[in-house]
């Protein structure tokens, strides 16, 4: 193997690991304030779609961005309503929000776009070049930085260890976790952009691929902290670009390439066994999942 | 939610009655909040709804049709509500039916000396092998390691796509068409279409779904394994106390949701298609949640809801051409939204908790002034 084959491996690596950092960070966020969010893999896809939509007719990546942010807000306040104001069980109602993530993402880019799978091409100057991986490694250092050094980070973790102590001490429960929730929205939905204006070209049907699951997995490996989380995402993009640089190549001692399904299946078997060599409940936010 | 547990007030008839009638609530509420989306393009709503209903109960064909999509969402209905019931939530229905439908059509194609009875035990086994294997990994992985059934699930599901891609394009391709698809099975596998539905691909494993039902009922109410998955499901901690194997109930329960829903394929693959298909599955496995939900988990209701959403299943499917802007990705977003409307459920006991509260207080200010 050259350096050269190196140097690619780890520029994919440091490209495919981003946007899972989103989705993990966002994870982090309403995980540590006792909520459950299922529903990342949906914020992801509403991102990638709005991002694609906006910057399409504004021609700003940074445009598309924001609009992506808005949109996961938006959905991520539906959510808050259900699970922490009706006390809906929060598996099912983050399930919900993924079937209605990917149900009207193509319904409106029926009517968008005129075409239900997929959005029209991105030119090349309106997307993003290296500015995420800027983004992604200042929000692990915010996100760390706000759950350790700040009042309200502190706050976020009490609600999701011991809400009861934190209503005590006069913080609403109820209201810190919806923010956390919303937050968290935007966030995920933010990596989601980065899959249609910064990865590929356009927006494509159900292109967030398990990602959100993927980044709930990293947080469970990254024991709810932001930096071991990142280093878990880091390691499944590890995965994803290898095997992308795997497909269709012949490994040493063998005549024909791999097949490429055995490739393609590699990160997903990669989360498998990383949750499974890391036992998660241990280190969990004690009441998450408990409504407040 | 799910579990449905009692309430002191009220015969269990009264109960069940008012559990209809909020489902009900809940469906008409989810069909209308999802229809009035398509408002935005310019569509009217209750004409969407009229078209779905028409073009799923419109002629024989179209129920037929509306049954023939219900079917497999039986299969992965039950699956999930027996997961549901031990306290677990099966993400994996697709990722099991599709390796139970694969191995059916695996067996289809090579045991072709099999006569007729006999060869659709050989292909139900099949099915219910590979989903029992499949669920019964990520049970596994749960109670041994911990891993959330929900993200191994889920993961799962892409692996068994990867699998069956394989096994579909590299071993048992059928070579005289461009599709990806498995060699046909051998005709003693096949399964008629019932007459009565005049053309409509429905076959027997419509009823088969309605003996499964039976089937899942029976071992989760009656049997001592069903107890057992239901003391888990209420109360992991309770269970260990009366000395139930927790991670036994954890495994058995996902590999038998897995080899329930490994049947669910059947009606396609040795029916309509008479051979496995890559991407045949409609995301039956999902749609499930969302049948299993609104049936809470209850056998029986799962056929009902498998129906109806069998039946948006298929009257979307017409949108397609009979709207200008309105695609059948519809369907998706209408079981989205009744499992919104279920949720919001707790709306019900705001209210009621309210009105209690209201009148505990006047109560109080009565006794104190």
């Not at chain 1, 319904?107 to 997929?118: D, P, R, Y």
């Not at chain 1, 998660?280 to 408990?290: E, I, Q, S």
């Not at chain 2, 059509?105 to 006999?118: I, L, Q, R």
């Not at chain 2, 995301?283 to 299993?292: L, N, P, Q, R, S």
């Amino acid at each position: 193997m050259t350096w050269e084959i190196l140097l690619q491996i780890l520029a994919s690596t440091a490209r495919m690991s981003i946007p899972l950092l989103f989705a993990a960070m966002a994870g982090i966020i309403a995980e540590r304030s006792g909520v459950i969010n299922i529903a990342l893999e949906g914020f992801i896809l509403f991102g990638a779609f709005f991002a694609a939509l906006v910057t399409l007719s504004s021609g700003s990546p940074w445009v598309g961005l924001v609009a992506a942010m808005l949109a996961g807000s938006l959905v991520a306040t539906l959510y808050a309503i259900l699970v922490v104001w009706l006390r809906a069980d929060q598996i099912v109602a983050g399930t919900a929000i993924n079937l209605l993530a990917f149900g009207s993402t193509p319904l409106i880019g029926k009517i968008a776009f005129g075409s239900g799978g997929s959005s029209p091409a991105i030119e090349l100057a309106d997307r993003f070049q290296y500015e995420p991986i800027i983004l992604g490694i200042l929000l692990v250092v915010i996100v760390h930085l706000w759950l350790h050094r700040t009042t309200s980070g502190l706050w976020l973790q009490f609600a999701g260890e011991h809400p009861e102590a934190l209503e005590c001490a006069g913080v609403k429960v109820r209201r810190l976790r919806t923010i956390a929730v919303i937050v968290s929205g935007a966030t995920a939905a933010a990596g989601g952009a980065l899959l249609s204006i910064w990865l590929s070209s356009s927006f494509a049907r159900g292109m967030s691929a398990g990602r959100g699951f993927m980044a709930l997995a990293a947080v469970v490996f990254g024991r709810w902290m932001p930096i071991p989380t990142a280093l878990a995402c880091l390691l499944f993009g590890f995965t994803d670009a290898l095997q992308m640089r795997l497909q269709g190549a012949t490994l040493p001692r063998m005549t024909e390439p791999l097949p490429v399904q055995v490739i393609q299946v590699l990160p997903y078997l990669a989360t498998i066994v990383v949750l499974a060599a890391f036992v998660g409940r241990a280190y969990a936010p004690r009441a998450l999942g408990r409504p407040a | 939610m799910i579990s449905g547990a009692a309430s002191n007030s009220g015969g269990i008839l009264r109960q069940t009655l008012l559990e209809l009638l909020r489902a009900l609530v809940a469906v008409a509420a989810g069909l209308l909040l999802g229809a009035s989306l398509t408002a935005i393009a310019g569509e009217n709503p209750l004409n969407i709804l009229a078209i779905l209903f028409r073009s799923a109960f419109g002629t024989p064909w179209d129920f037929g049709m509306s049954l023939f999509y219900a079917t497999p969402l039986i299969f992965t209905g039950l699956s999930v509500a027996i997961a549901f019931r031990a306290g677990l939530f099966n993400i994996g229905a697709e990722g099991q039916l599709t390796l139970g439908a694969l191995a059916a059509a695996v067996v289809g194609v090579t045991a072709t000396g099999v006569a007729a009875p006999w060869s659709l035990f050989l292909a139900v086994l099949a099915a219910m092998s590979a989903g029992f294997l499949w669920g019964g990994i990520a049970g596994v992985l749960k109670a041994t390691r911990g891993s959330h059934e929900v993200i191994t699930t889920i993961m799962l599901n892409f692996v068994a796509a990867g699998i069956a891609s394989f096994v579909t394009l590299e071993m048992f391709r059928n070579t005289e068409t461009q599709n990806p698809e498995t060699l046909p099975v051998a005709a003693s596998f096949a399964l008629k279409p019932l007459t009565m539905f005049e053309g409509a691909p429905t076959t027997v494993a419509f009823f088969w779904g309605i003996a499964a039902a039976g089937v899942v009922a029976f071992l989760l109410f009656k049997s001592v394994w069903g107890f057992g998955v239901r003391a888990v499901g209420q109360s992991e901690p309770a269970a260990l106390v009366a000395g139930i194997n927790v991670r036994r109930v954890q495994i058995t329960a996902m590999a038998v949701a897995g080899a329930v829903a490994g049947l669910a394929g059947l009606g396609e693959v040795l029916g309509s298609a008479g051979r496995f298909r890559l991407g045949f599955s409609a995301d039956y496995g999902f749609m499930g949640i969302a049948v299993a939900l609104l049936a809470r988990g209850r056998p029986f209701a799962v056929i009902l809801a498998a129906i109806l959403f069998g039946a948006l299943h298929k009257g979307a499917a017409d949108l397609d051409f009979e709207t200008e802007n309105v695609t059948r990705d519809l369907a998706v977003v209408l079981q989205a939204s009744v499992i919104i409307m279920v949720c919001a459920d707790g709306v019900w006991d705001a209210i009621r908790d309210g009105l209690r509260r209201r009148r505990s207080t006047a109560i109080r200010a009565e006794s104190a002034g």
